[in-house]
């Protein structure tokens, strides 16, 4: 019988990481990610399966949580094929370049501090180098395209289909065959997108499944109306730059910033947009843009078409900086009004952020915008849930700048788009909640259970399932 056995992402949001073991002994592995925030500490613990019995990495998409342990099981001795989609493999390499060159930093910057006091000895390794990334690239690998079924091995069938999450992203449907039993299907949903026609087209439907493993991120809310959170961004925007003031926005390098930079050029084009400076000062996120341009035929959204359309780039516009380097980023500090700033990390753990909030938090002209999900235990919870002062770089900072969360732009399904997919499939049995915080898990379990009638399962660390 086959059984899967999550190794992250179960009762917590981050750390995707869910081991499939047919009866034939077949290992197939659907992503391997970081965790992040209260369960960051996780990914320095060693893999509690082997990496060398692993026989197939499916990625679902590029996002760190998702991809950001894979280099570590490289290391390991992870040797198998990996299957991603063309988009996902090149934001995958960014993303997992930028994680093992912050590691190196925070490595050193540790270590320096740690010799002055002789304990040099303590200070925990990296968790993988850019040369493991590079050897991550050469496994055996297979590129699927959205819709087309391949044999990944003997009695087993995968097709990617597309989740509408971010770019490349997919929900994955693996149809196996055990011995004289009839065919199952089991698909892992890993992040499915909200319908709000930004970037990306909207979610794939998923035909038929016996067993489904779903995210449930937002399974307690629904999120605010894709046109009242354009509104509001605006309003917010305008308002900021019209009294003199500064807007910051911490942004996800991938999908967030693109939908942000999408449109701003938008209300640019419009006249919209009063006269202002915008930085983008993310490195990563720069890449990650030229990505999103090199795969511009996959952003089938009305919006970044039209945009295209007119002057032949989804994003670029008179107002829009990329800074290069630190110098640019540290000289943004000299613009003292009608700036917006987007800047890495999502959740404020770490980037250029921070240097951001440092010197514009304390002023009650400026406007904070948050876009994406703040994971517990990270800066970005925090300042959401309105705590009065942060400490940046051992320095207190008061909190005057309005803050304003706008959950419109999530990438991730709010309660009714993850019923409403899950309705339409076609002879499901279990639903196995996985991807959320566990009180959020539990209202949608019961909102599931109310409407659906079928088995459904939040699933524990490292809990051995049985497929049925």
């Given amino acids: 019988m086959a059984t899967v056995i999550s190794y992250g992402a179960a ?7 869910h081991l499939l073991e047919l009866e034939d002994g077949k290992r197939i592995l659907i992503d391997c990610g970081m965790f992040q925030g209260r369960e960051e500490h996780r990914n320095s613990i060693n893999f509690a399966f082997d990496p060398t019995t692993v026989d197939y990495l499916l990625v679902t998409h590029a996002h760190l949580d998702h991809v950001g342990r894979i280099p570590k099981l490289v290391k390991e001795g992870f040797t198998g094929v990996l299957v991603a989609t063309h988009a996902t493999r090149d934001l995958a390499e960014v993303i997992m370049l930028d994680s093992a060159k912050i590691m190196k930093e925070d490595y050193l910057t540790l270590y320096k501090k740690a010799e002055r ?15 493991d990334v590079e050897a991550t690239f050469l496994l055996p690998s297979f590129k699927p395209n959205y819709d087309e079924s391949f044999e990944l091995c003997d009695g087993v069938t995968v097709t990617y289909r597309n989740a509408g999450h971010i770019l490349g992203s997919a929900f994955i449907e693996i149809r196996y065959k055990e011995g004289n039993h009839a065919e199952k299907t089991i698909v892992f949903s890993g992040d499915i997108g909200n319908d709000n026609d930004m970037v990306l087209p909207d979610l794939s439907g998923c035909d038929k499944a016996d067993s489904l493993y779903v995210e449930s991120t937002y399974g307690d809310r629904n999120h605010q109306g894709a046109i009242e959170s354009l509104e509001e961004f605006k309003n917010v925007v305008n308002n900021t730059l019209n009294n003199w ?10 999908e967030r910033t693109q939908e942000i930079l999408c449109l701003l050029k938008e209300m640019y084009d419009k006249g919209d947009l009063p006269e202002c400076k915008i930085f983008l000062d993310s490195p990563m996120a720069s ?15 009305d919006k970044c078409q039209n945009i295209k359309k007119r002057d032949g780039t989804v994003f670029d516009f008179e107002y829009l900086k990329y800074t290069q380097n630190v110098e ?20 404020c753990t ?3 952020i921070l240097h951001h909030f440092k010197n514009r938090l304390w002023n009650r002209k400026n406007a ?10 990270t800066l970005g919870r925090r300042i959401v849930d309105g705590a009065k002062w942060i400490k940046i770089y051992h320095e207190d900072i008061r909190l005057k700048a309005s803050r304003h969360t706008i959950n419109g732009f999530s990438a991730h399904a709010d309660q009714t788009t993850i019923l409403d997919w899950i309705k339409n499939i076609k002879d499901l049995q279990h639903i196995f909640l996985i991807h959320g915080e566990e009180e959020k898990q539990e209202i949608l379990k019961e909102v599931l259970g109310k409407s659906l009638h079928k088995k459904i399962h939040i699933v524990n660390p490292e809990e051995v399932v049985y497929l049925p």
């Fill in 368 to 377: 904070v915008i948050f876009v994406g999900y703040q994971a517990e235990g």
């Fill in 287 to 301: 890449k990650a843009t030229d990505i999103y341009n090199k795969y511009a035929e996959e952003l089938l959204s």
């Fill in 11 to 17: 009762k917590v949001v981050t750390g995707s990481c």
């Fill in 328 to 347: 640019e980023s540290k000289a943004i500090n000299n613009e003292k009004y009608r700036t917006i700033i987007i800047a890495g990390s999502g959740m």
């Fill in 350 to 352: 770490g980037g250029r």
């Fill in 117 to 131: 006091r002789g304990k040099e000895n303590e200070v925990p390794l990296p968790l993988y180098k850019e040369e």
């Fill in 245 to 254: 003031g500064n807007v910051l926005i911490p942004s996800f390098a991938i």
